[in-house]
């Protein structure tokens, strides 16, 4: 199924009715129809038109195959071609390497890449990409055991959100039985990590810190975290080899769908409204084509507004389920991409801002949401040495690019594609908040300070 809508079919289609009219009236109007549909996008000169981008296999990659399928980079003079990558290592290599003009990526690789953590390079981001979007998973019978622990309504239906208070107990109960407490995420600083570790951690169960010599995380961990690929992780979750997982739908569904766990909570009520994936580019690729860089963020930007349109969420469903794309059942997809999520089987709620792509300028690329997953890369010893706060500042705006987001949606704003009050009035920090499940309040103008007001991890001094 392609939906592409292409001006050059359009103005044949338009013409064909017209000419069967006939006459000179009919050569006029379809003047006018070709000079109206041109002057919708203004072009900008295109060094790059031929593009090449990556992603996994997670809803949260909707706004590039919405750009495609709806002819937004076509409308933009790009020609892009979108191929599904095996795992995150390998979509960040391939950016790097240049095989790659960009990718959905997790928020915290360009980060990690900029500041010292795994494979270094200069990487930006013109555009985040979603808000949300994320479940916390364990198997059935590690549901059977923590459900006691959960505070229930009149109706006996769990009271949400759920914390990890109600798995604490469990955890212990493996400890005692000589059983390490195994759940999986999807990569090293991907938002998955550091969600599943806060939600540990606020309930007082040590997630594990990293060195230099151990580099999966697990010193004095209470629950061993471990990578998996998110297509993989309904799998590996019912084989056994891990007991709960942090993911991007469709896996949480998938596992309900499946029915072999059940999701205890989403990232929304870890922290209301949180960052996750984000499009990355290299440094390079935006100096040396920089309209090409405005151009498919335009686009992308079109692609989050017409993703939050809620009348069109079922045709995303089915564009999403298409092979090249997430390639899940209709039915999985539509449950959080529809405004709903099922935790237990039969036991769905609505969630409205479950999938955000445009709302609360969710595609604006802020500094505090960059600077977030430092402090987390700092608290849990990814980045081994105490930082200045200028420096969380410094390392973010070489990364985070709102300069190239607020070109791209001032020509939309020239366009009519987008409304002048959707261009937030911001120095790039979002205001303090305390919308987390632990009340912690989080200032990106402080970061040292919330890094030390945890009780687990690292502590630095001002």
Request: glycine share 8%; with cysteine.
């Given at each position: 199924m392609k939906t592409i809508f292409n001006r050059a079919t359009l103005?044949?289609?338009?013409?064909?009715?017209?000419?069967?009219?006939?006459?000179?009236?009919?050569?006029?109007?379809?003047?006018?129809?070709?000079?109206?549909?041109?002057?919708?996008?203004?072009?900008?000169?295109?060094?790059?038109?031929q593009l090449t981008f990556g992603f996994i296999k997670l809803t949260d990659m909707a706004p590039l195959?919405?750009?495609?399928?709806?002819?937004?980079?076509?409308?933009?003079?790009?020609?892009?071609?979108?191929?599904?990558?095996?795992?995150?290592?390998?979509?960040?290599?391939?950016?790097?390497?240049?095989?790659?003009?960009?990718?959905?990526?997790?928020?915290?690789?360009?980060?990690?890449?900029?500041?010292?953590?795994?494979?270094?390079a200069e990487l930006v981001t013109p555009f985040s990409m979603d808000l949300n979007g994320n479940g916390i998973t364990v198997s059935n019978d590690v549901w059977s055991k923590m459900k006691p622990n959960v505070p229930a309504d009149s109706d006996g239906k769990p009271i949400h959100p759920i914390k990890a208070d109600a798995l604490k107990p469990v955890i212990t109960s493996y400890k005692n039985e000589g059983k390490p407490f195994k759940m999986g995420m999807v990569f090293p600083v991907s938002t998955h990590n550091y969600e599943l570790r806060y939600w540990l951690a606020a309930a007082g169960i040590h997630p594990g810190m990293y060195t230099a010599d151990n580099v999966?995380?697990?010193i004095d961990a209470e629950v061993l975290l471990s990578v998996t690929p998110p297509p993989q992780m309904p799998a590996t979750l019912e084989s056994g080899t891990i007991y709960g997982y942090c993911v991007g739908e469709p896996w949480n569904q998938q596992a309900v769908f499946k029915g072999i766990g059940v999701p205890v909570t989403?990232?929304?009520?870890?922290?209301?409204?949180?960052?996750?994936?984000?499009?990355?580019?290299?440094?390079?690729?935006?100096?040396?084509?920089?309209?090409?860089?405005?151009?498919?963020?335009?686009?992308l930007i079109r692609a989050g507004k017409w993703l939050d349109e809620p009348s069109n969420?079922?045709?995303?469903?089915?564009?999403?389920?298409?092979?090249?794309?997430?390639?899940?059942?209709?039915?999985?997809?539509?449950?959080s991409m529809t405004g709903t999520f099922e935790f237990e089987k039969g036991d769905k709620r609505e969630m409205p801002d479950f999938n955000v792509f445009y709302k609360y300028n969710a595609t604006y690329p802020f500094y505090s949401d960059g600077i977030w997953f430092l402090t987390q890369m700092r608290r849990w010893g990814q980045i081994p040495e105490a930082k200045t706060t200028d420096w969380y500042a410094s390392t973010i705006k070489d990364i985070y690019r709102p300069d190239i987001w607020k070109k791209a949606a001032d020509l939309l704003v020239a366009e009519g594609q987008i409304p002048a009050t959707d261009i937030p009035a911001t120095d790039g920090y979002k205001a303090p908040t305390a919308d987390f499940i632990d009340g912690t309040t989080y200032d990106a103008k402080d970061p040292i300070g919330y890094i030390n007001s945890f009780s687990i991890g690292n502590k630095d001094k001002k």
């Amino acid at each position: 199924m392609k939906t592409i809508f292409n001006r050059a079919t359009l103005l044949a289609t338009v013409a064909t009715v017209l000419m069967s009219c006939g006459g000179k009236d009919a050569k006029k109007a379809t003047t006018n129809t070709e000079e109206a549909v041109a002057s919708k996008t203004k072009m900008l000169d295109i060094e790059k038109p031929q593009l090449t981008f990556g992603f996994i296999k997670l809803t949260d990659m909707a706004p590039l195959a919405i750009a495609k399928e709806k002819g937004f980079f076509e409308e933009e003079g790009l020609f892009v071609s979108v191929e599904a990558q095996s795992n995150w290592k390998n979509v960040l290599d391939r950016v790097i390497d240049g095989q790659l003009d960009g990718s959905h990526m997790l928020a915290g690789q360009p980060i990690a890449a900029g500041a010292g953590f795994g494979r270094q390079a200069e990487l930006v981001t013109p555009f985040s990409m979603d808000l949300n979007g994320n479940g916390i998973t364990v198997s059935n019978d590690v549901w059977s055991k923590m459900k006691p622990n959960v505070p229930a309504d009149s109706d006996g239906k769990p009271i949400h959100p759920i914390k990890a208070d109600a798995l604490k107990p469990v955890i212990t109960s493996y400890k005692n039985e000589g059983k390490p407490f195994k759940m999986g995420m999807v990569f090293p600083v991907s938002t998955h990590n550091y969600e599943l570790r806060y939600w540990l951690a606020a309930a007082g169960i040590h997630p594990g810190m990293y060195t230099a010599d151990n580099v999966q995380g697990q010193i004095d961990a209470e629950v061993l975290l471990s990578v998996t690929p998110p297509p993989q992780m309904p799998a590996t979750l019912e084989s056994g080899t891990i007991y709960g997982y942090c993911v991007g739908e469709p896996w949480n569904q998938q596992a309900v769908f499946k029915g072999i766990g059940v999701p205890v909570t989403t990232n929304y009520d870890i922290w209301k409204n949180n960052p996750e994936k984000v499009f990355v580019m290299t440094k390079q690729f935006v100096e040396q084509n920089p309209n090409t860089a405005i151009a498919v963020t335009k686009a992308l930007i079109r692609a989050g507004k017409w993703l939050d349109e809620p009348s069109n969420r079922a045709e995303a469903v089915e564009i999403l389920s298409m092979s090249q794309y997430v390639g899940a059942p209709k039915e999985v997809l539509a449950n959080s991409m529809t405004g709903t999520f099922e935790f237990e089987k039969g036991d769905k709620r609505e969630m409205p801002d479950f999938n955000v792509f445009y709302k609360y300028n969710a595609t604006y690329p802020f500094y505090s949401d960059g600077i977030w997953f430092l402090t987390q890369m700092r608290r849990w010893g990814q980045i081994p040495e105490a930082k200045t706060t200028d420096w969380y500042a410094s390392t973010i705006k070489d990364i985070y690019r709102p300069d190239i987001w607020k070109k791209a949606a001032d020509l939309l704003v020239a366009e009519g594609q987008i409304p002048a009050t959707d261009i937030p009035a911001t120095d790039g920090y979002k205001a303090p908040t305390a919308d987390f499940i632990d009340g912690t309040t989080y200032d990106a103008k402080d970061p040292i300070g919330y890094i030390n007001s945890f009780s687990i991890g690292n502590k630095d001094k001002k």
